[in-house]
């Protein structure tokens, strides 16, 4: 049904805007799946089942399967296919390239993966956009402000992240939404002025300083549809490295879940 | 040895720039090799017989091969493996995510597929290039300005090609070159005296319409060391689709070859 639609009914069905990101990083694997025939996917395995009933999103960084080349590509892609299917997927790869190899990525990530969004980033111009928008169905976050302590670098170079939201508010909030940084203080704010309706991944509560109250104070679109994603990985998934890894990671969900709730 | 001394070594030795870009598209493979077991394999390692006395990089794009999935992604791996020790190769990743995360990607890229350079996108500002330089030995090309027809939404959004140009140049020349796209017409001057020192890779000629003679004039930093490559990917690979297309790929390499000796 496309990720809009889906994003919708799993939030409402839920009630939860938490996305889990799937960076399991293969050497910070708990001790108990190291012995399992594919550890990350054993691991991603236990996770799914342990928090899927109290999410919005799954968002695996791409960085963490390459890692380990074909293998880690094939887990990534048994691990999308083990994701319950009202749950969207989103693929985490920060894609940013044009026509034809740009349509390469999204064929992969949309068809192959069956990711229900991909992240991308749009510094070369609207044609990234363009060559993802071509695969129907398709949705994608682009990079508007980053959480990371170097995003002022060029993201508040004469304001660009302002020209980014609105190259991204000219497109369908069905086709695009916007990866908006928590750690980004009054420019939540601003970003949420410029894309009303566009849904948001937002990145960076807990480890690297967001604020939940802030996030949701500032960026929700209303109580009854905030329109965005808060996104938590190592404090979730790496939480606990004991052999209860599974059950504190389904305990951080829903304590995250409920502080936003109670936040909004 | 490292990018930057395998470059000056392989265009001293070789006298050439020419960087060819492996966008092995599989829709795109000539009848010849598609009853192969691996016709993508058998494709890329044709190329590379006929070619690589004649070139300086070989530059192949994740997105064709991750497309692939897994297989894709192995046939990457191959072909890595298969291109002789003394040219370097460039993954073409555009990758822009930072710390743990862009060092997964760099560790994949650099320790796994042997790449000795990849690309990068460096929008999450310099937190992009530190992860990646955390890799012993490792080199990057940034973006600073493309040559795609959307590329001035951002790049020249107050001239933030030049101040990336201008970050860039902040980082060893042994380090980090820039991706400069051959359409900018007198941009490229720009680029060149903003970064003196660094190895361009230049996209864009031939189909995308930018030309070698003013490529050369513009961005060669001295006749003998110009410290460019100029890439071409269809106009070699797909210069001909019959059972001859590893001679044309051959030719149309020559030719490349001595039209940019010729103007510098």
Redo the contacts between chains.
């Keep these: 049904m496309g990720f809009y639609n889906k994003y919708l009914a799993t939030t409402k069905a839920q009630k939860t805007y938490v996305c889990i990101g799937l960076?399991s990083?293969i050497i910070k694997l708990p001790q108990a799946v190291r012995k399992e025939p594919n550890p990350m996917l054993a691991f991603n395995k236990r996770i799914i089942d342990a928090t899927h009933q109290y999410v919005a999103a799954y968002k695996p960084?791409l960085?963490?399967y390459?890692?380990?080349?074909?293998?880690g590509?094939?887990t990534l892609?048994q691990t999308c296919q083990y994701i319950p299917k009202q749950i969207p997927i989103i693929i985490d790869v920060?894609?940013?390239?044009?026509?034809?190899?740009?349509q390469?990525?999204a064929?992969?990530f949309f068809k192959?993966f069956k990711a229900d969004a991909i992240t991308i980033?749009?510094?070369?111009?609207?044609?990234?956009i363009e060559a993802c928008l071509q695969i129907t169905g398709s949705f994608v976050f682009a990079?508007a402000i980053?959480s990371?302590?170097?995003?002022?670098?060029?993201?508040k170079?004469?304001e660009?992240d302002s020209?980014?939201a609105k190259?991204i508010n000219q497109v369908s909030a069905k086709r695009i939404g916007a990866v908006v940084g928590a750690t980004q203080g009054s420019d939540l704010a601003t970003m949420r002025n410029l894309m009303p309706k566009h849904i948001f991944l937002i990145p960076g509560i807990g480890a690297q300083g967001g604020s939940v109250e802030s996030v949701c104070k500032y960026t929700k679109h209303s109580p009854e549809n905030p329109l965005f994603l808060i996104n938590s990985s190592r404090g979730i998934i790496f939480a606990d490295t004991s052999l209860h890894f599974a059950t504190t990671a389904q305990k951080e969900t829903i304590k995250l879940r409920n502080q936003i709730n109670n936040s909004l």
């Excluded at 390459?66 to 293998?71: F, R």
């Design positions: 960076d990083d960084n960085a963490f390459i890692s380990q080349g074909a293998k590509i094939d892609l920060k894609a940013g390239d044009i026509g034809n190899t740009m390469q990525y064929h992969s192959h980033n749009i510094l070369m111009g609207k044609d990234v990079l980053t990371n302590p170097s995003a002022n670098d060029f993201f170079h004469h660009l020209t980014l190259a």
